[in-house]
Each structure stands twice: as C-alpha cells, then as structure tokens.
C-alpha cells in the first residue's frame, strides 16, 4: 500500500500547528498540492509552506477566521483557485476549553461550536462543487472525547460527538454522488499547545498513561488521513477511525495502567460492572 497521492489537491484546515500541521506535511509527502489554512499567527503555517517547497512540493496558507462563516467561504475559493480544484477535504481546524459546566458563559459557547461545527458544515458546502467533480473525499477530524468523558469539557466533547454525526450523516448524503467521507478521532497527540499552556508538560510521563506506552505524534494521525484518502481505503465510507494508542479500550477501574490491580481480582468470578 503506497498511498501514492501525485497530483492532488488537498486543502487542510488548522494547519498552522500540531496535528493540522503533520496532516498536511504528511500529504504532501505523498505528492499531493496541499492548501494550509490557519486563523491568527502566519509563523506555522507559512513555515510549513516553505518546509513542503523546499522539498520540492507545493503550497500555500490561507487564513480566515472561523468564528464567522463568511470568512470560511472565502478562503475556500481562494484555497481552490490557488489549488486548481479540491480532491481532499480535510476538516481539522478546531479549539477547545476546560471550564466547569456551571460556569460557561454564551459567548463561550457559540465560540466553540462555531468554530468546531459551523465552519466545518459551511466550507464543506463551499467546495462541495469541487470535490463532486474530483469525486472526492472529505476527512473530518474529531477527538475522543467524542465517545468518553472527560471533566470540565462539556462544551467540546459536544462539538467532537457533532462532528461524529455529522460525519455519518453526511456520507450516505453524498456517496452516491462519489464522495467518500470519514473520520478521525485522535487520542493524546503531543503538540506544541500542551508544551505552551500545561506547566512542566511531560509527554513520556503522559504517555505512561496511554495503552501502548507512550502518546502520539502528528504523523500518527497523518498516516491515517492519506490511507483514507487513498484508493486503498476505496471501501472505507461514514466511518470514524479511532486513532488512540488504546485509551478508548481500557477499562479505568484500577490506580493506573501500569500498576497491578488488587488481589481481590483474579480469584474468582466477579459481578459485572
């Protein structure tokens, strides 16, 4: 399985940092056009860029705001023009906040879903045009925390379970009209925000935490966006790909994953919980 992606044309929201960021340097890697969107500081997309030209591949960031729609809709025409039209949509950009439930406010909230869901519906129906006749595919990425709770993330664990839906729904709408659509939930992925905000950020101790020993990287979740965009995952339609070193299999009930779980389990049956 190559993933051979020459020639496409590929448009990457958020792709100034973190996982937007690996996403599109993974598709680019694959020989695709790749369109960089970002909302506030150039730096990392436009460094990006000149990673993906230096490298002999082609780019370019656009930004818009994506707490307003029209903003969103004119960055994908121009993201389309400067691409020569879209085969892959892939829906990464999104912010997040920790706050009791109690205590956010409205503006907090419209925020959030109106980056989250609103720009995600509306540009994809802004380029909707361009990828029926690419028939192409839209990759929306979403969280875990669509599908486990998590304290203080009432607002985006909303908006990640929306996206889920929307997901879904949206792929048995536009399957018969050649568009395949999917979904990536990614678990903890180590990006430059954590390392920015979260005091003495450890991602090996973090990762202790996670299943398989350690958190993800960007290009964890990068491969997973080209196999879905590739021929190979041809079969692949209205899914969400859950991306996580495992956390969403465990079964929290002990002091921590590493630690034995007390002698009382293992001796015997024990009820169902």
């Given at each position: ?6 020639g ?15 996403i599109?340097i ?21 460094n990006?860029v000149k990673?993906?030209?230096e490298r ?7 930004r ?8 969103v ?9 400067f ?12 912010i ?21 869901v ?36 009432s ?10 839906a929307?997901?879904r729904?949206?792929a048995?709408e536009?399957a ?30 973090s990762?202790?935490?996670i299943p ?9 979740i990068a ?21 996580d ?27 169902g919980?």
């Amino acid at each position: 399985m190559k993933n051979n992606l020459e020639g496409k044309k590929v448009l990457v929201t958020g792709a100034g940092t973190g996982i937007g960021r690996g996403i599109a340097i993974g598709f680019a890697n694959a020989g695709a056009s790749v369109a960089l969107h970002y909302s506030r500081s150039s730096t990392g997309a436009e460094n990006t860029v000149k990673e993906i030209l230096e490298r002999g591949g082609k780019a370019a960031a656009f930004r818009a705001d994506f707490e307003k729609v029209e903003p969103v809709k004119e960055m994908a025409l121009k993201a389309v023009e400067f691409l020569g039209g879209l085969d892959v949509l892939v829906n990464n950009a999104g912010i997040t906040m920790n706050k009791p439930f109690g205590e956010v406010t409205v503006e907090q909230f419209d925020i959030l879903y109106h980056v989250n869901v609103r720009a995600t519906f509306f540009l994809t129906q802004a380029v909707l045009p361009e990828l029926e006749k690419s028939k192409g595919t839209i990759i929306n990425i979403t969280s875990i925390h669509a599908f486990e709770g998590y304290q203080e993330h009432s607002v985006y664990a909303g908006t990640r379970g929306a996206i889920v839906a929307f997901n879904r729904e949206l792929a048995i709408e536009l399957a018969p009209r050649g568009i395949r659509v999917n979904a990536i939930a990614p678990g903890s992925v180590e990006v430059e925000n954590q390392h920015r905000v979260i005091a003495n950020f450890d991602p090996v101790e973090s990762g202790r935490n996670i299943p398989v020993g350690f958190m993800g990287q960007p290009a964890d979740i990068a491969g997973v966006a080209v196999f879905l965009a590739s021929p190979e995952a041809r079969y692949i339609v209205g899914q969400t790909l859950i991306v996580d070193g495992g956390t969403t299999s465990w079964m929290p009930f002990g002091d921590g994953f590493r630690k034995p779980m007390d002698a009382t389990f293992g001796k015997g049956y024990v009820p169902g919980v």
